[in-house]
């Protein structure tokens, strides 16, 4: 972790971006707004709606967070969820689940032999196009590659993708979550490995707007071998979700510093 030595990544974060938790119809719609922008009008991986918002079946009982600019709080940068199981049917498949059935390898976990109230996904990462400046990105809705960690004469950091997922990982630990699912890029788990997550293959690839493989994370591990140099961001994450929650409950705008 030399590359980022340099760098108070928590103080880099909260200079430029800002991350809240999407606890009303308000910001809900604005995270349905960035999913129907990339994922609708821009990849065409869903029909574009007459309303410009994206939904599905799984948003009523998932947690939303999403990204944006330090300076301008209504910049929208990105956004995530996280997919709990549905309360009124628990055994109901989670995204992955219906997508990876058939390569599940149910001998390192079977999900449906989990407590069901413990599990959750990481689902429907988006980042603006004009946060996804890499060639190559131009086709996917958020990623991460070996340059956005630079080297140790130029370090950098991928502060967008890894926000969105630390959000998510917030919202799961305050949800009592233990373990995530992911469908994500094969490569993905070396550039966890950089930031002390250890993130597990549980089946073969599947065609899903590309090669994905479904993967598992355990919510406290991550927490406890997060890398010393990335917990500030971890610190500054988690009290901004924390925060928005505490806001929306006492009635407070949720608007920025």
Not at 105 to 133: G, H, M, T
Not at 230 to 251: D, H, L, S, T
């Amino acid at each position: 972790m030399q590359i980022f030595e340099r760098f108070n990544l928590g103080h880099g974060f909260r200079k430029y971006f800002e991350i809240a938790p999407a606890t009303n119809t308000a910001l809900r719609n604005d995270v349905f707004r960035i999913r129907h922008e990339v994922y609708c009008e821009e990849l065409k991986f869903e029909p574009e709606r007459p309303d410009r918002l994206e939904t599905d079946v799984y948003d009523p009982h998932s947690l939303h967070c999403l990204i944006r600019t330090a300076n301008e709080p209504n910049h929208l940068v990105g956004c995530t969820r996280l997919v709990l199981a549905n309360p009124d049917d628990p055994l109901a498949p989670l995204p992955f689940e219906q997508t990876c059935g058939h390569t599940l390898d149910r001998s390192i976990v079977d999900p449906l032999k989990l407590p069901r109230e413990s599990i959750a996904e990481v689902s429907r990462l988006a980042v603006r196009a004009a946060y996804r400046r890499r060639k190559g990105d131009e086709r996917a809705p958020v990623a991460i590659s070996e340059e956005d960690f630079g080297t140790g004469d130029r370090p950098r950091f991928p502060y967008i993708p890894i926000g969105l997922y630390l959000g998510a990982v917030a919202l799961a630990a305050r949800s009592g979550i233990d373990t995530l699912f992911v469908l994500t890029e094969p490569r993905l788990a070396s550039h966890f490995g950089k930031l002390g997550v250890d993130i597990r293959q549980i089946g073969g690839p599947v065609e899903h707007r590309g090669i994905r493989v479904p993967s598992m994370m355990h919510v406290p591990s991550i927490i406890k071998g997060m890398r010393f140099i990335v917990k500030p961001i971890w610190r500054v994450i988690q009290e901004e979700i924390e925060r928005g929650f505490e806001k929306e409950a006492g009635g407070g705008k949720l608007s920025g510093k």
